[in-house]
Every structure is written in C-alpha cells, then in structure tokens.
C-alpha cells in the first residue's frame, strides 16, 4: 500500500471554527488531491497541488483553502467550518497529472455541529 | 468527460469468478478505462487500467471489447474481503481527474 496517512482521523468541532486536516505521503509523488465524499454524492475533487506551492481548485472548492509547503505535506482547511461541510475527506497522491492510477488515504471523518 | 453506465448490485459466491460489467460507449481514443474499489470506510483502491488490450495483473484481469465501448472486470476467485463498491472510471490525456459515479456493489456470499 501506498504510504499515505492522514489526520486526525476523526475530529468534531462546532461551527464557524477552522479546521485543518493534513495528508502525508512518503512516496514522493508530485500531485496529492483532496476528496469528500457523501451520501448520494460519490468522491468530489476539492483542491489538488501538481507541485510544492502549486495549487488549483476542483469542482467544490467553496470553503476550503489548501497549502503545499513540503512535498509530502498537502493541507486542507476549513476557514470557517459550517454543518454541510460534515463528510469524510480523503486524500490521494499519484505520480503525474496525467494518470489517474491515484492511492487514497484512510479518510477523515469531520462532523460540524 | 466519457460517461459509464454499471450495474447497481450484483452478487456472487465466494470462490467463483466475479463478471462486473461496464458501459461507457462515449469513450475517446487517448481516455483509458479505470477500475477502482473501495470497501466499507475505506478510502477507494486502485484495481487495474487499459486502454484497448485487455489486462491482468495480481488482482484482476480487464476485458475491453473491441469496439471499447464496454469493459469487464475479472476477480478470478472472490473472497468475502472482495465485498465493496467498484467503480469503473474514464479518463485520460491530460484529464487528471477521477469522477466517481455510484460504482457496483460486489456482495460475495459464503
């Protein structure tokens, strides 16, 4: 398996708060994503980085921001958390843009109360 | 983005070969058919991908037809750890998305 974590694993916090989750790699890949996934909805891109500090949104990008200090570091935050933003978020990495062979992480799960 | 078409449920008993079936008769000839998985809570698998030669590998083996309008994914022998959703996925060229749909769930029976 892919060598990717990522934390917290599980976290509930309350509205209106930031939150940053964080995905890990230790393959070196170049481009790391950000997923959601909720009932109904199946896995929907929200940020990726093709690069160290090199960044562009998906398609539900509304809400969130990312950064990519270190290869193996992709962040996710939530500027202001809100109730619709309760979902499991994976990550994934893969080793160029140009192939959609990605490895996911084990997921976090947010709730927003 | 080529969209695909797959079955909502499907069954099968353990140690027999699992068929799963896709449609995705808009395809273009650079976008490669994908097969993932992914087992309850867990983050997606990738599975196997082609693009007009059918392929194996340790986990399975893609059939695509001709035509390449449709594709079967093979387990040669399910195991009850092989219940989970498998989704078969479009892309290709400078397309680096994923665009997961509803995917198949695989039940494998004792």
């Known amino acids: 398996d892919a060598g990717i974590t990522q934390s917290p694993r599980h976290k509930v916090t309350e509205t209106g708060t930031p939150v940053t989750l964080r995905c890990h790699q230790t393959?070196?890949?170049?481009?790391m994503y950000w997923y959601r996934q909720d009932p109904g909805h199946g896995l929907r891109l929200i940020h990726y980085?093709?690069?160290?500090?090199?960044?562009d949104k998906g398609e539900v990008s509304d809400g969130y921001s990312v950064s990519r200090s270190k290869t193996e570091d992709f962040l996710l935050t939530l500027e202001s958390a809100t109730s619709s933003q309760t979902s499991v978020y994976f990550c994934?990495?893969?080793?160029?843009?140009?192939?959609?062979?990605?490895?996911f992480g084990p997921g976090t799960r947010l709730t927003v109360t | 983005d080529a969209k695909t078409t797959q079955p909502t449920s499907m069954d099968c008993a353990e140690g027999r070969a699992a068929n799963l079936p896709c449609n995705h008769s808009?395809?273009?000839?650079?976008?490669?058919v994908y097969w993932y998985r992914q087992i309850h809570s867990q983050g997606p698998q990738y599975i196997i991908h082609?693009?007009?030669n059918n392929e194996t590998n340790e986990m399975a083996s893609l059939i695509i037809t001709e035509d390449r309008k449709s594709s079967t994914l093979i387990l040669p022998h399910a195991t009850l750890r092989d219940t989970a959703v498998y989704y078969c996925?479009?892309?290709?060229?400078?397309?680096?998305?994923?665009?997961f749909g509803k995917g198949t769930l695989l039940t494998v029976n004792p």
């Open positions: 994934a990495i893969s080793e160029d843009g140009y192939s959609t062979k990605q490895y």
């Open positions: 393959e070196n890949h170049r481009y």
């Open positions: 980085s093709y690069g160290v500090k090199d960044t």
């Open positions: 808009t395809i273009s000839g650079n976008e490669y």
């Open positions: 082609g693009l007009k």
């Open positions: 996925i479009v892309s290709g060229g400078s397309n680096y998305k994923l665009t």
